[in-house]
């Protein structure tokens, strides 16, 4: 679901480019306020940040709709980091697809944080998958809590597409017939997410119950160390990113796919100096665009391949950068009020 930038006006991706700047300094504060909680989840944050971008470029095909749709990752992040640096992270990802990937638009850049971060971070976590776990974590509990909050959160995200898109005067993707296909399209795919993130916390809980706990029957579970959990993340990253990923559907993504229903063809355009601009800067700094390499030919496996492990890497750097970088903050600030 991530929005090119021909799909959004200027207006609209600009002040959608603020709130979620609005949003990313609110969680910076929320972070700096609990420290000793953040710190121990610093490593676990920039392998998430991987995870998720590896998981990203795998899209899985969709029966009967030639659609295909790819994991969102906002839940996940949610329920193990927190949802302030899981939607810090989620923005890292974001920023490394947009800008060394050509996925997504540099101008809708703060749509696609909004859309895929804030939805599932803020508002289907807190009001339904927590809610969930106020008696207790099971399995069964974490199995129907992940596809219901996933369902929600990317209809949310979804339909805000949809709204972003008729304010920015998109005539082509009437407003009805837009949401008539996004929704529909994008329950499928949050079914999916929801089971895949019940897996992954699933073996979280089962492996180190306090990353997804506090409740006091995550005591009295055993726990795995925390460097074989980061090993086997990790070991997941480059498996997805290097090999898995190579499997990935062919057919257009969910919201690819709805626009092409509705204005017969999923390529739109929309000009202007401030597109032009945007477009300039990543065709000049993208240096996998789609994931591939830009003098193409034979080697489109091999590109998709670093693509995967290089996105991965670069995207781990940035989120614990961010993280150390908040918690140099937090302690000089601390230390200055001493």
């Known amino acids: ?9 200027p207006e609209v991706g600009g002040t959608m480019m603020a709130v979620t700047i609005g949003l990313t300094a609110y969680s910076i504060k929320k972070i700096q306020q609990e420290p000793q909680q953040q710190e121990s989840k610093i490593p676990l944050m920039g392998v998430m940040g991987a995870f998720v971008f590896a998981a990203q470029m795998i899209n899985f095909s969709i029966p009967a709709t030639g659609s295909s749709g790819h994991l969102g990752g906002g839940l996940m992040l949610a329920i193990l980091l927190g949802p302030f640096a899981g939607f810090i992270t989620m923005a890292s990802v974001l920023f490394i697809q947009a800008l060394f990937f050509g996925d997504g638009g540099l101008l809708a850049y703060g749509a696609n944080v909004f859309n895929m971060g804030f939805f599932s971070c803020f508002v289907a976590y807190p009001l339904i998958y927590r809610p969930f776990m106020k008696k207790g974590i099971t399995t069964k509990r974490i199995i129907i809590a992940s596809v219901i909050t996933a369902v929600v ?26 949401a008539m296909f996004m929704q529909p ?15 992954v916390i699933g073996y979280v809980w089962n492996a180190r119950p306090e990353l997804v706990a506090t409740q006091a029957n995550a005591l ?16 997941c990253v480059i498996v997805m990113g290097a090999s898995i990923s190579l499997l990935a559907s062919a057919n ?8 092409g229903k509705v204005a017969g063809d999923d390529s739109l355009q929309m000009g202007g100096a401030i597109h032009d601009f945007f477009a300039g800067i990543q065709e000049k700094i993208a240096f996998l665009p789609d994931y591939q390499f830009k003098n193409g030919g034979e080697n489109g496996a091999l590109g998709t391949s670093v693509s995967g492990i290089l996105g991965g890497l670069m995207t781990l750097l940035l989120a614990v950068g961010i993280a150390f970088a908040v918690r140099r903050i937090s302690t000089r600030k601390k230390r200055d009020h001493s």
């Open 185 to 199: 399209i994008h329950l499928a795919i949050g079914l999916v997410e929801g089971f895949v993130t019940a897996a």
């Open 252 to 259: 257009p993504d969910g919201l690819e796919w709805a626009i």
């Open 1 to 9: 679901m991530h929005m090119a930038d021909a799909l959004l006006s």
């Open 153 to 178: 959160g990317l209809q949310l995200g979804a339909f805000s597409v949809v709204v972003e898109t008729l304010l920015s005067g998109k005539t082509e993707l009437p407003f009805t017939t837009f």
């Open 220 to 235: 009295e579970k055993e726990s795995v160390p925390m460097k074989k959990i980061l090993l086997v993340l990790t070991v």
